[in-house]
């Protein structure tokens, strides 16, 4: 099985998307490889980049899978940005978030059994 990955999102302009994405992850990016492209080290072997691409912009479908994701979610609010959807699964909740080109980065994860039946009332 793998040991790392890089999951990656191209978007049209690079200066515009990488505040929205600090927004989202609450943190500057780890590394620059070059000019139009930021990553970010989600945890250990886990990565999230964006990069310069006009023509294959937009079309990203990404989930960060967390521990928590009513209160990632919350904190991600707090700092501006709102999902666009929440979409439950039994005890899972997606929270959906578009960045400025269409990409969807959700926040997503299993809720505590209690939040898992209050949402669903």
Not at 43 to 71: F, K, N, S
Not at 115 to 120: F, H, N
Request: proline fraction near 4%.
């Amino acid at each position: 099985m793998a040991d790392a990955m890089f999951a990656g999102v191209a978007v049209r302009d690079y200066a515009r998307s990488v505040p929205w994405y600090e927004l989202l992850l609450g943190a500057e990016a780890s590394f620059h490889p070059h000019d139009t492209e930021a990553v970010w080290q989600l945890a250990e072997g886990q990565y999230l980049y964006i990069v310069e691409d006009h023509d294959r912009a937009g079309g990203a479908l990404c989930m960060i899978w967390v521990d928590d994701p009513v209160t990632a979610a919350a904190r991600i609010a707090g700092r501006g940005l709102e999902p666009v959807g929440l979409e439950r699964y039994d005890a899972v909740r997606k929270y959906v978030f578009h960045d400025v080109d269409g990409n969807e980065i959700s926040i997503g994860g299993e809720v505590a059994p209690d939040q898992a039946v209050a949402a669903q009332g």
